[in-house]
Each structure stands twice: as structure tokens, then as C-alpha cells.
């Protein structure tokens, strides 16, 4: 991919666990992940039922999470080394995360919320390149006329898609989903979903999705029931 | 560090209403104690200028802060008045300069200051326009009083009477305005000045009428003539204008020497002279009182300035219950902003950062707080004294 992340350079796999076991303090509830490996162009559903570990399982691969054993190596980064602030720094240079919950900012408009990567790094430059690119994105995500609204006066549908901008707006190397289309009709969640499945395919970063829809899970070349993972 | 700026500033804006409430709470913490300090300092000096300029003051027996205050910024008279044998006497000691004050009456709400010319030389009081009072009847106004009034040269004004059931006879009189006098930023400016013997012609005990013994037999004002004596009955009724037609059947009744004044401003030649005027009243049964302003006054200062020190250790602890009240708010907004935080966290935000952007939002209320608290006490400094002027009237 030719990035870095604190001078690390991308080897083998883009994603990678082994021998992982998380659980929540106090629950009965273990995630087991025998072994994982993700590569670059893959487009993987992350599937099970309720409580089967979807989320934990994209929440452990994007560092939010740490296993209380096993190991997981994203970008060529092993994540057992990272530090907070590391893993923070993955997330905001390498990765882009599409979450159903993920909020947008109520005081910043869908132009400078697409940009607050950008704006918050001490690390990413805010030049015209990407102020283009981010203007791009919004007209791709088909809101290009309503760059200067605030979020309230966006629909649910044109809030997510101002989400999936923003994940996208730094060239991720992985872009994680979980469940970015959940409270989406129809028509927004084939909207949402052909913008990721199109960055995916121009830029070969592998789109790892948990959903519940069975005709977005159609639309991945692989699927992974979390049941199976141990 | 332009994109943190940026993005607390549109924070600040787009919650305009709670950062405005927050920017108020705070200068209004920040300006008040401030504000109270320059203008209670502005009010002393105002206090101690004038009272510097005034070296003894002699009027009757009671309060010296009432007779200071009379005397100096020409409030209500609330000590009886000393009869015009003070005046003579100091005069006539040849110790000093004494210059009697005539307070009990007003015209539209300005005090009329009955006195002598040598007032307005002592005070270094200039005419702006037309002359000084020499005649009875003729009024000289301070500058504010005759814009205030919109009275000038050649018009006249009307004394207040006393009251409906003033038998003593304070009826109004007409005066006309000879002379307008330039501002002085003093509480001369308010006033309207007039011959002590006008004064007292207001007060009743002067006044001019019809010559009697020239009545037609008549004239109901003629109640009885008998043996080359005419006597006036109560239809008499005494002028309300002087004039020049008139000017001469003007006379007093009684004895000059007890005719009252509210206080005399004395000006010692030496100090020599003061000591021994001082000397002269300061036996308990002196049926005067003399009084320094400036002691006077510098009493008053530090009453003022004790309750100032008061009021500031109340404000102190405003201050800092504000100071918790806002940390609380800081504290709750941030708690109200936990979806949005976690949002920053999960994208991958620095906590440095984002410290930076909560912290800069913080300051810039504070920040706004003081540069608008900082203006207005400017402001406050620049025109405290003349907003006391207006306030003391």
C-alpha cells in the first residue's frame, strides 16, 4: 500500500489473528478467533445472530478492543504493541470505520464533518487536494448540494452517507462496517453499499461488513459466521 | 492548532445561546468587582476635589456630613439654618473670606443657591454667557441646570414655593437669567445661582407690593386709613416678578443679622487665621459648628472604601461560586457530549486533541469574558465620573 504507521511498513496479510479470546468483564460471553487472515481486495460479510460477536470481533480487528489472549496484526501491525494513542493513530491514518452508531458532529456542517480526520490529526495535512477529494466524495455520496447543511436537517439515509464519506476521506488501506446500512431503506442501503464496494474495488482495500442483510451478505465474495472462527 | 481553533469556534457558535449565557455570567463576575473599584475610586476623588477646594465650612450644630453635603453638593438642607450674624462676624474678624449659602429653595428641581458674587470668583466660576447676578431678581445658571432647563440669557425661571400650607410666605418668584456659566464638571453646573437677599425674598421675608399710603379709599387692599397711617389689608398681595418698575418697593422686615443662611463657606487668609477660626467654634457650646470638608470627606472615603472591601470579599465569594457553578457546566456539557467523544475516540482522534479543542472552547469563552468585562470597566474609567455626576444629580 506504500503507507506507514509510526515507520511501519505493510507485510503478508492485511489482516491477521491467531489464537484470539476476548471477553467482557463479568460475561459469560468468549470470543474465540482460531485464525483470521484478511487480504488486500477481499470483501468479507461478517455474519452470526445476535450476540454471536460480530461487532466484537470488528471492534478487536480496529484496536478498540484488546484480546485477553491471541494476537492480531492489522496492516503489519501488531496490535499487542500498540499503545491508546497508537491504536488511535491506526484508526485515524489507516483504517475507515462505517458504524451504524457512529455520530456525526450536530456543530459541524457535512463538508467539515467529512474532514474532521483531518482536522483533529495533529499528523494529516488539510490542503486543496483533499478538500477536493472530500468535495468529491460528498458529490459522490449524492449530497453534493448540501454541503453546508448541519446534520439535523439530513435525513437518517444522508447522515450515513456523510458517515461513509468520512471514513473514505483519508484512503483507508481497510475500510470495517458494522452494520453501516441497518437503519437504511432500500434504496440508501444500495446506495451506502455500491459507494464501499467501489472504493474497495478502485483502491484494493479490503471491506470487512458485519450485517444482517441477507442481500448485502450476497453481495460479498466471502462470508464468516463468527460461530465458525474458533 | 488553526483547525482547533476552527472547530471550537464553530462549537461556540452554533451553541450561540449557552456560550452567550456563559460569556455573560463570566464578565458580569469579572466586570462587577472591577466596575465598583473604579467608580468607587472616580467617587472619591469627585468627593475629595471639591471638598480640597472648600477649606471650612460653618453652619449650625448637628451632622458635619449633612452640612458638608449641603454646602458642597447642595442636597437637601437638613440642619436648621444660622441666623446672617455669622457671616458678619467672620467677616468682620478680618481672619477670612465668608461666603454665605442660602439652600432651602429650587426651581425645576435645581437648587437654588442663594449666595453673594464672591462665590462664583471663589469657586472660579465663569460666565459663558451674559453677566453675573447683581441685582435682585436675577439669576445666573450653571451650565447643566440651563441646558437641562432650556433656559438662557433674557428668559426667566420660577422658584418652587416651599410647599402648599408655607405660611412663612415662600411665594414663587420669577427671576430673570442674566448670566449661564461654563461647565466646571462640578455640582455647580446643576445649580442656579442668585443674590442671598433674592433668596430671601423667596423665603417671604422680603418682598415688594404696592405702596400703600398711595391706595385708593377704595382699593380693597386698603383695610384702613387713619391719621396719615394706612394699613394694608391681606388683598395686598406682595409682587411675584422684580422689576425695574418695581424694584424699589422691595424692602425687608426685621433684623438683617438673623436672617437666615444654611451655611458659610470660609476661606481663611493663613493658616494662622484657620487655626484661630477653628479655635474660635471649637467650644462644645458654640451655637455654630465648623467643619474641615476634606476630614469630613476622607471619613466618608474610608466608609466607602470599607464597604467597597466589604462588597469585593462578597463578590470573592460569587467569584468562586460561579467559578464551581461553571466548572460544573464544563464538566456536565462534557458528559453531554459522551456520544461525541466516543465517536472522536473510535475514529481514531488524540486525546491530546481533542483536550485541545474542549480546552480551547473554555478559553475562549473565558477569554471573550474578559476582553468585554476589560471594555466596560475601560468605559466605566473613561466616563465613571461623569455617569456619578448624572447619578448624584
Redesign the interface.
Given at each position: 500500500m506504500g503507507k506507514t504507521v509510526r515507520g511501519s511498513t505493510i507485510e503478508g496479510h492485511l489482516i491477521e489473528a491467531g489464537d484470539v479470546r476476548f471477553a467482557y468483564p463479568g460475561g459469560e460471553f468468549e470470543l474465540r478467533v482460531r485464525e483470521l487472515r484478511i487480504d488486500a481486495g477481499d470483501r468479507v460479510a461478517v455474519v452470526g445472530p445476535s450476540g454471536a460477536g460480530k461487532t466484537t470481533l470488528i471492534h478487536l480487528l480496529?484496536g478498540?478492543l484488546t484480546p485477553s489472549a491471541g494476537r492480531i496484526r492489522v496492516v503489519g501491525l501488531e496490535l499487542e504493541g500498540l499503545t491508546?494513542?497508537d491504536?488511535?493513530?491506526?484508526?485515524?491514518?489507516r483504517?475507515g470505520?462505517v458504524?451504524q452508531e457512529?455520530?456525526l458532529?450536530?456543530?459541524?456542517d457535512v463538508l467539515?464533518n467529512v474532514l474532521?480526520?483531518?482536522?483533529?490529526?495533529?499528523v494529516l495535512e488539510?490542503d486543496g487536494a483533499v478538500r477536493a477529494r472530500a468535495r468529491a466524495l460528498v458529490e459522490e455520496v449524492g449530497l453534493g448540494d448540501k454541503l453546508r447543511r448541519?446534520p439535523s436537517r439530513l435525513s437518517q439515509g444522508e447522515r450515513q452517507r456523510v458517515a461513509v464519506a468520512?471514513?473514505l476521506v483519508t484512503q483507508p488501506a481497510i475500510v470495517f462496517g458494522d452494520e453501516p446500512t441497518g437503519n437504511l431503506d432500500a434504496e440508501n442501503r444500495d446506495h451506502v453499499a455500491e459507494i464501499l464496494f467501489r472504493y474497495s474495488g478502485e483502491t484494493g482495500a479490503p471491506l470487512v461488513v458485519v450485517t444482517h442483510d441477507r442481500e448485502l451478505t450476497e453481495r460479498f465474495a466471502r462470508t464468516l459466521d463468527v460461530r465458525e472462527l474458533a | 492548532m488553526r483547525d482547533v481553533l476552527y472547530l471550537a469556534w464553530r462549537y461556540l457558535r452554533y451553541n450561540r445561546g449557552k456560550s452567550a449565557v456563559l460569556v455573560g455570567s463570566i464578565t458580569l463576575i469579572l466586570f462587577l468587582p472591577a466596575a465598583l473599584q473604579v467608580l468607587v475610586g472616580e467617587a472619591a476623588e469627585l468627593l475629595t476635589e471639591r471638598a480640597d477646594s472648600t477649606p471650612l465650612l460653618v453652619g449650625a450644630p448637628g451632622s458635619p456630613v449633612d452640612l458638608t453635603l449641603a454646602s458642597l453638593y447642595f442636597t437637601e438642607p437638613s440642619l436648621p439654618p444660622v441666623p446672617y450674624r455669622e457671616v458678619e462676624e467672620i467677616a468682620g474678624s478680618g481672619l477670612g473670606l465668608a461666603i454665605p449659602l442660602h439652600l432651602r429653595y429650587s426651581a425645576s428641581g435645581r437648587r437654588i443657591v442663594g449666595t453673594t458674587p464672591e462665590y462664583l470668583e471663589f469657586r472660579g466660576l465663569r460666565v459663558a454667557e451674559g453677566r453675573r447676578f447683581a441685582l435682585l431678581g436675577e439669576a445666573v445658571l450653571g451650565a447643566e441646570a440651563a441646558r437641562a432647563l432650556g433656559v438662557g440669557v433674557g428668559e426667566s425661571i420660577v422658584s418652587t414655593p416651599a410647599g402648599a400650607f408655607d405660611v412663612a410666605g415662600s411665594f414663587p418668584l420669577r427671576m430673570r437669567v442674566v448670566g449661564v456659566l461654563e461647565p466646571s464638571r462640578t455640582p455647580d453646573d446643576e445649580a442656579v445661582f442668585t443674590d442671598l437677599k433674592t433668596s430671601w425674598v423667596i423665603a417671604g421675608i422680603g418682598h415688594g407690593h404696592e405702596e400703600v399710603a398711595e391706595l385708593e379709599e377704595d382699593d380693597e387692599a386698603l383695610l384702613l386709613r387713619e391719621e396719615g397711617r394706612a394699613v394694608a389689608s391681606p388683598a395686598l398681595l406682595p409682587y411675584t416678578e422684580i422689576t425695574p418698575e418695581n424694584i424699589a418697593t422691595f424692602h425687608f422686615h426685621g433684623d438683617q443679622a438673623e436672617f437666615p443662611v444654611d451655611a458659610v463657606v470660609v476661606v481663611p487668609h493663613d493658616l494662622r487665621s484657620e487655626t484661630m477660626l477653628r479655635g474660635r467654634y471649637a467650644e462644645g457650646d458654640a451655637p455654630v459648628q465648623i467643619v474641615v470638608p476634606r476630614a469630613v470627606v476622607d471619613d466618608l472615603v474610608d466608609t466607602m472604601f470599607s464597604v467597597r472591601d466589604a462588597v469585593l470579599l462578597v463578590s470573592l465569594g460569587l467569584i468562586l461560586a460561579t467559578v464551581a457553578t461553571l466548572a460544573l457546566v464544563f464538566a456536565l456539557s462534557v458528559r453531554l457530549r459522551r456520544q461525541e467523544i466516543e465517536t472522536m475516540r473510535k475514529i481514531g482522534v488524540p486525546r491530546g486533541r481533542l483536550a485541545a479543542v474542549l480546552a480551547v472552547e473554555v478559553l475562549g469563552i473565558v477569554l471573550a469574558a474578559i476582553v468585554i468585562a476589560g471594555a466596560l470597566t475601560l468605559a466605566v474609567g473613561r466616563f465613571g465620573g461623569e455617569l456619578l455626576r448624572i447619578v448624584a444629580g
Open positions: 480496529a478498540l491508546e494513542e491504536r488511535k493513530d491506526l484508526r485515524l491514518l483504517l470505520l458504524f457512529l455520530e458532529l450536530e456543530y459541524l467539515d474532521l480526520p483531518y482536522r483533529m490529526s495533529p488539510l448541519v468520512r471514513s | -
